[in-house]
């Protein structure tokens, strides 16, 4: 399976949710790449705390793709792997249509703030020229990350998604907490910092279940 964790807006928390997912499929006993196909090369950042953490033992294969070598690279390496996760900046770019052309899923991160909730017209264009040019629909999810622990901006941003069927909302929103900033900055997901934020893990463990069950 291939993942796209992917979006309009920065700032949405694409990477944490990419690594997180990328670790979190590994500990399956999955063979997983990690593709960093984000400019800002946060993916790469992470790794290599993480290298210095486990000294090589990522549990998982990392690679930087760019542009068009996205899509090319990617359709070579398929068969290698269980699961790529591949992880794309917050802009229309060039590696992030070319992600979208191979990838079986598309997870879409929202932070519930009016600003990020304007970006859905187009999120909405981009797909409806990618999805036309795809053998098969590409399966797509929005969720709520970076969400606040209670609050109306949940609320108000949940309905919108809703609102827009082709994205597929579910209903397994990510709050924000420090146990995410505190993992990554040892190249660690929450699955495996001391000491374990439970709901954290539960939050994480409830998307990636539902998500990955569906996507079969």
Request: proline share 3%; charged share 25%; no cysteine.
């Amino acid at each position: 399976m291939i993942f796209t964790v992917g979006g309009i807006k920065g700032g949405t928390g694409k990477t944490t949710i990419s690594t997180n997912l990328a670790i979190w499929l590994s500990r399956q006993g999955a063979d997983v790449l990690l593709v960093d196909a984000d400019e800002q090369e946060s993916a790469s950042d992470f790794t290599a705390w993480r290298d210095e953490t486990y000294q090589g033992q990522l549990g998982y294969t990392l690679v930087q793709l760019t542009g068009g070598a996205v899509r090319r690279q990617i359709e070579q390496l398929r068969p290698k792997y269980d699961h790529i996760v591949i992880d794309t900046g917050g802009r229309d770019t060039a590696s992030q249509r070319a992600a979208l052309f191979v990838s079986d899923v598309y997870l879409l991160p929202f932070a519930p703030r009016s600003y990020e909730i304007w970006t859905l017209s187009k999120v909405l264009a981009l797909l409806g020229e990618v999805q036309p040019g795809r053998a098969t629909p590409l399966q797509i999810y929005s969720f709520l990350n970076k969400a606040d622990t209670r609050g109306v901006d949940n609320t108000e941003a949940t309905e919108v998604l809703r609102e827009n069927v082709e994205l597929n909302y579910v209903d397994f929103p990510v709050v924000t907490r420090k146990a995410f900033a505190t993992a990554a900055s040892k190249g660690l997901s929450v699955f495996e910092a001391a000491p374990h934020d439970d709901k954290a893990i539960a939050e994480l463990e409830s998307l990636f279940r539902h998500v990955t069950h569906l996507a079969k």
